[in-house]
């Protein structure tokens, strides 16, 4: 199953400058694996050490939060679209 991921700026230099790249799984684990396998360098800025979605990372499935839904095991639809998005923090006071 193809995928379209979304990549934002911060991670568009390890995938080569590309704002979206394909990727093939049933379910967002198994994409984001597909992912690491072609794109090495996103693997740490995306998951933890424990494999699981850094919480400074949110990561929409169809325009869905996988935090609120079933996470890593949220289905993505085949020719489905994954957005990655760091969290925004900062600013003055």
Known sequence: ????FRMPPILRPQVGGA???????ATL???LEDLFTQYPGVKEQIVDSEGEINRFVNVYVQ???V???DGLATP??????VIILPAMAGGAC
């Open 1 to 4: 199953m193809s995928i379209s």
């Open 76 to 81: 993505v639809p085949d020719g489905g679209t």
């Open 63 to 65: 325009n869905e939060d």
């Open 29 to 31: 684990g198994e994409a």
């Open 19 to 25: 704002r979206q790249v394909e990727a093939n799984g």
């Open 67 to 69: 935090r609120l839904g």
